[in-house]
């Protein structure tokens, strides 16, 4: 049975990168960056050194991205 979907044309699929300032606390380098991983307990904000890949926070991330499903905004309250 056939795929509805279409495959990815890039060879590579990138996620968007935030540069955040300051030093890595186990390279020094300061090339930090703030992205969406996905991670053992789902998705995360994490801020990680793009040198060495030394995780300097992670936060936990909206499941859906920005979508937010109707049946968690009704009347006006969030769960």
Request: hydrophobic letters at 35%.
């Amino acid at each position: 049975m056939p795929h509805s979907f279409q495959r990815p044309a890039e060879r590579h699929l990138a996620v968007t990168r935030t540069p955040v300032e300051g030093r890595c606390p186990e390279c020094g380098a300061s090339a930090l960056a703030s992205y969406r991983v996905l991670g053992e307990g789902g998705w995360f904000l994490a801020c990680k050194c793009q040198s060495c890949l030394a995780s300097i926070s992670r936060e936990p991330a909206a499941p859906f991205g920005s979508y937010v499903p109707l049946g968690l905004t009704i009347a006006g309250v969030e769960r």
